[in-house]
């Protein structure tokens, strides 16, 4: 898939221009599958089955000269899932040009993130029967609610889900139902939503990267609320809903979203060093300790230290649900040692590593 900036492009020029790919496509081994066009982004996304980036490139531009600013790699299942189609819809054709089908299809999505507590953690915390209960409850209000509000799912695990709306309001209204119908079970399973929306090609070079990556940075924020959306959902939202309303939504600010994001990809892109420490968030950050700490209270709602401890230590139950043993994965996740990741392990999670991998 790909994604041009064009500002001021409609919906015709998008048609024309996928007809002018069409025409040539085979001598480039490519087939245009569909596109989207957002007419209020100045955007247009291609989905095209090709060799290579460069075949993409040199047939776009002999077409129409429209050279792609982002081509990602993507696989048809997930570009369905995210967007509900990978073919062309239904359209219009042209009064003057018969023969010009044209659309309206912008690929803006909303996307919804779900977590709750670790299954096997919930087991040792509840009990098995309990346990089992509950995350049968959520899945079910889940997919109820997921399917009433029109949202497509895009990825779910036994206790995540990740799920796409066309609508904000949509994807507000089914947090808040799901919230609703748990209920007493949501805080048992200290239930996490959060909310972020944006284009299907960006520099992550996912489909949706970045919008997912976010949506999922949100549910590490620790407040009150357990729906917790960002700045452009919020405005959005705030314009759908009638004047008046007294439904507002908790969401971070823009600036906010501007110290999390590169945080927490410090976090992650520095798992494995057991060296990398606060003055390296400092130097990075361009923040001194004091003003880094302030931040981090603040907007997430614990310390840089405790934060990056219990990235490590929930990053440690992913990869113990593989083929890892628990001397790589300590290591993996940046501790010195098995025996000091096994203490840590113990004091955050109630259970030892190995106690862990036999329950799951």
Same mark, same amino acid.
């Given at each position: 898939?790909?994604?041009?900036? #064009? ?6 020029? &998008?048609? +024309? =221009?996928? %007809?002018?790919?069409? @025409?040539?496509? /085979?001598? *480039? ?90 299954? #096997? ?6 009990? &098995?029967? +309990? =346990?089992? %209960?509950?995350?049968? @409850?959520?899945? /079910?209000? *889940? ?103 007294? %439904? ?113």
């Amino acid at each position: 898939m790909d994604r041009h900036i #064009v500002p001021g492009i409609v919906a015709k020029d &998008a048609a +024309k =221009a996928h %007809r002018e790919d069409l @025409l040539i496509q /085979e001598e *480039y081994g490519c087939r245009c599958m569909t596109y989207w066009v957002d007419e209020d982004n100045g955007s247009a996304f291609c989905l095209i089955d090709a060799p290579d980036k460069e075949a993409v490139e040199a047939m776009h531009r002999r077409a129409h000269g429209l050279i792609p600013h982002e081509i990602v790699q993507v696989n048809s299942n997930v570009v369905e899932a995210f967007l509900g189609r990978i073919h062309d819809p239904d359209g219009y054709y042209d009064e003057d040009d018969p023969n010009l089908k044209i659309f309206n299809d912008p690929a803006f999505r909303i996307i919804l993130v779900s977590q709750t507590t670790n299954p #096997v953690l919930l087991q040792n915390q509840l009990g &098995a029967e +309990k =346990a089992g %209960r509950l995350l049968s @409850l959520y899945r /079910e209000i *889940y997919r109820e609610e997921q399917q009433r509000f029109e949202g497509r799912d895009v990825e779910s695990q036994r206790q995540d889900f990740i799920t796409s709306f066309v609508s904000v309001t949509q994807a507000v209204d089914c947090a808040r139902s799901i919230q609703k119908k748990l209920h007493v079970a949501g805080e048992l399973l200290r239930l996490r939503i959060g909310i972020h929306a944006g284009m299907p090609v960006d520099e992550s070079g996912l489909l949706f990267g970045d919008t997912v990556k976010m949506a999922k940075y949100l549910c590490h924020i620790k407040r009150e609320k357990t729906l917790i959306s960002s700045s452009i959902i919020a405005e959005i939202y705030k314009s759908d809903i009638k004047e008046g309303s007294q %439904r507002k939504l908790k969401s971070i600010r823009l600036e906010d979203e501007k110290f999390i994001l590169p945080l927490m990809d410090l976090m992650y892109d520095n798992l494995k060093d057991p060296d990398w420490g606060i003055p390296d968030f400092c130097k990075k950050m361009a923040m001194s300790k004091s003003k880094l700490y302030r931040k981090c209270i603040e907007v997430i709602g614990m310390s840089p230290n405790k934060l990056f401890r219990e990235h490590r230590l929930l990053k440690s139950l992913h990869l113990l649900n593989t083929e890892r043993n628990i001397m790589q994965t300590s290591y993996d996740v940046g501790f010195t040692s098995p025996s000091y990741f096994t203490k840590c392990f113990q004091e955050r999670f109630g259970l030892t590593p190995l106690s862990y991998m036999k329950g799951f």
